[in-house]
C-alpha cells in the first residue's frame, strides 16, 4: 500500500506542473489573474496557441530543432554501437585503461569544455551552421558504457557460431549483436533526442541569426517579448513540449526494457 502511495505522490508531482501549464495557455489573458486560481477552466481559448506560433515563429524553430536532434541521435547511435562493441568483444591493449578514461569524459560539465569548443567551432568557420550545433554531440559516453554492458551479455557461444558461419566482427554486429541490442538502442536514442531538443546555452553561443535557431531559443525570445502575456508564453512552452511527450509515450515500451536490459543476468 505505502509502495503504491509512494507512486501517487510521484506521480502528481510531474502530472500537477504539466496540466497548471495546460489551463494556463488555454485561459484568455484577463483571466490569468484570478484568484482564487482557475483549475478547472469553464471555457477554453486556443488564441494564445495561434499567437505563440505565428509571433514566436515556433514552427521554424521546431524543425531546427528537429534537424539538429535527428543529426545528433544518429551520431550518437552509430558511434555508441561501435565503441561499445569494441569495448565488449575486441582485445586491444590497454583496453580497460582506454574505456576508464573515455568514460571519464561522462563526468565532465560540459560548461567545462564549452570554451574550447567554441574556439574550435570558430577556428573551423562554423559558427551559425549545424555542424557547429551537432558534431561536439556525435559520441556518448554514457551510450558507450550502455551498449558495451548490453555487448558483454551476449553469449560466447553465438560468436562462435557466427564464425563458423563466415561471420566477421562487422557482420556478427549487424546481425546478431545489434537486434539484441535494440531495446538499449532505442533507449539512448529517445535519450539523446530529448537532451538535443532541450539544449540552449550551446545553440544561443554558436548561432547569431534565426535560421539556425533552436526551439529553447525561440522559447526564450517569445517569453521576452511577451512579458505580460503568461498564457502565449506556456502556450508555446506546450506546444515545444508535444514531440517529447508524445516520443515518451510511443517508446515508453522500449525505454523501460532498454534501461532494465543490463539489470538481470541470465
Given at each position: 500500500m505505502g509502495r503504491y502511495a509512494l507512486l501517487g505522490v510521484a506521480a502528481l508531482v510531474v502530472v500537477v506542473p504539466i496540466y497548471t501549464a495546460v489551463v494556463l495557455a488555454t485561459q484568455p489573458g484577463e483571466r490569468l489573474f484570478d484568484f482564487p486560481a482557475v483549475l478547472f477552466p469553464r471555457s477554453i481559448d486556443l488564441d494564445p496557441f495561434r499567437e505563440a506560433i505565428e509571433v514566436g515563429s515556433l514552427p521554424r524553430y521546431m524543425l531546427n530543432s528537429?534537424?539538429?536532434?535527428?543529426?545528433?541521435?544518429?551520431?550518437?547511435?552509430?558511434?555508441?554501437?561501435?565503441?561499445?562493441?569494441?569495448?565488449?568483444?575486441?582485445?586491444?591493449?590497454?583496453?580497460?585503461?582506454?574505456?576508464?578514461?573515455?568514460?571519464?569524459?561522462?563526468?565532465?560539465?560540459?560548461?567545462?569544455?564549452?570554451?574550447?569548443?567554441?574556439e574550435t567551432m570558430q577556428r573551423l568557420g562554423w559558427i551559425d551552421t549545424f555542424p557547429a550545433l551537432t558534431v561536439p554531440f556525435l559520441a556518448s559516453a554514457f551510450g558507450t558504457f550502455l551498449l558495451r554492458q548490453i555487448f558483454l551479455q551476449v553469449p560466447r557461444e553465438l560468436r562462435d557460431a557466427a564464425s563458423l558461419d563466415g561471420y566477421g566482427h562487422l557482420g556478427f554486429l549487424w546481425n546478431v549483436a545489434i537486434p539484441l541490442a535494440r531495446p538499449a538502442i532505442a533507449a539512448l536514442a529517445l535519450f539523446s533526442f530529448l537532451g538535443a531538443w532541450n539544449q540552449y546555452l550551446w545553440p544561443l553561443l554558436v548561432t547569431n541569426n534565426d535560421d539556425h535557431r533552436t526551439v529553447q531559443i525561440g522559447l526564450k525570445a517569445l517569453a521576452s517579448t511577451n512579458l505580460d502575456k503568461i498564457n502565449v508564453t506556456m502556450a508555446g512552452t506546450v506546444v515545444a513540449a508535444l514531440p517529447i511527450v508524445l516520443l515518451l509515450l510511443i517508446f515508453q515500451r522500449q525505454l523501460i526494457r532498454g534501461l532494465t536490459a543490463g539489470a538481470v543476468k541470465g
Open positions: 528537429a534537424v539538429v536532434a535527428s543529426i545528433i541521435v544518429v551520431g550518437q547511435v552509430v558511434t555508441s554501437v561501435l565503441a561499445g562493441y569494441a569495448f565488449a568483444c575486441l582485445h586491444f591493449p590497454a583496453k580497460r585503461l582506454i574505456f576508464l578514461v573515455f568514460l571519464a569524459t561522462h563526468m565532465i560539465p560540459a560548461e567545462v569544455t564549452i570554451v574550447a569548443n567554441y
